[in-house]
């Protein structure tokens, strides 16, 4: 199963690095750190981070100038730092492709739940180009078709889902075998209705599951992942329209 999402802290001041590292990782994520633009370069190119925390002012390049020039590129998220509190940096920042600001000193923990933010509106935003492609996945003799919001067993009959459901299995299927947690759940089946504080996604998996699994007891294609969420673990084959 995968982990959680790796993140990319670049500032030069070394106590932000190591309390924003500690953060993250006790909140399920990965940190990668650079000191430099300079030194994010290489991670970058690699691919190994999902989301940059960027600092604004830094020795060298500064992140302006390097959030500008990643966008020329890429569509890696990015979540800009300043000491700086006007709104001018503020919007040119955003104007340039950031996707969040961030005043310093700031909360690790507000840095966290904009990192989660920021990833599932990604995520959220994707989901109807990704789905509008898509004329039916295949999985487990099972097929969901997403145009009709039909699921089809091995049989030829259909599977009673509300929409709910439907949009919640649709989320997991699509990006089967990514752990999503509950959070990006909540987002991606329900969008702006979605509640922070809602813990019902539990209760619609287990009833999919009975739905769904051979023995839901024992389910084989949604799986739980301790402390993350959930992931869709069986073969899906996409038919394209």
């Known amino acids: 199963m995968h982990e959680g999402p790796t993140i990319l802290v670049v500032d030069d001041d070394r106590e932000l690095l190591a309390l924003v590292v500690g953060v993250l ?3 399920g994520m990965r940190a990668i750190i650079a000191q430099s633009v300079a030194e994010a370069e290489t991670p970058i190119a690699e691919g190994r981070a999902d989301l940059v925390v960027l600092d604004l002012m830094m020795p060298g390049e500064d992140g302006l100038s ?6 020329a590129t890429s569509n890696l998220p990015v979540i800009m730092l300043t000491a700086m509190a006007e709104d001018i940096d503020r919007i040119i920042g955003l104007e340039i492709g950031a996707d969040d600001y961030l005043g310093k000193p700031f909360n690790p923990r507000e840095l966290v739940a904009r990192i989660r933010a920021v990833l599932r509106r990604r995520e959220t935003d994707a989901l109807p180009a990704a789905a509008s492609r898509l004329r039916a996945l295949r999985f487990a003799g099972f097929v969901l078709m997403p145009d ?29 075998p990514r752990v999503l947690s509950r959070d990006m759940l909540l987002d991606l089946s329900r969008g702006v209705n979605s509640n ?46």
């Open 25 to 27: 990782e006790r909140s």
């Open 66 to 71: 390097f959030c500008r020039r990643l966008r």
């Open 148 to 176: 009709q919001l039909s699921l089809i067993d091995a049989h030829g009959s259909e599977v009673a889902l509300t929409s709910g459901e439907f949009a919640l299995l649709l989320a997991l299927v699509e990006r089967a």
């Open 196 to 241: 922070p504080f809602d813990r019902s996604i539990d209760s619609q998996i287990s009833r999919i599951r009975r739905k769904i699994e051979p023995d839901p007891r024992q389910p084989q294609l949604i799986k739980t992942v301790r402390n993350l969420g959930y992931a869709f673990s069986a073969p899906v084959t996409r038919e394209g329209c």
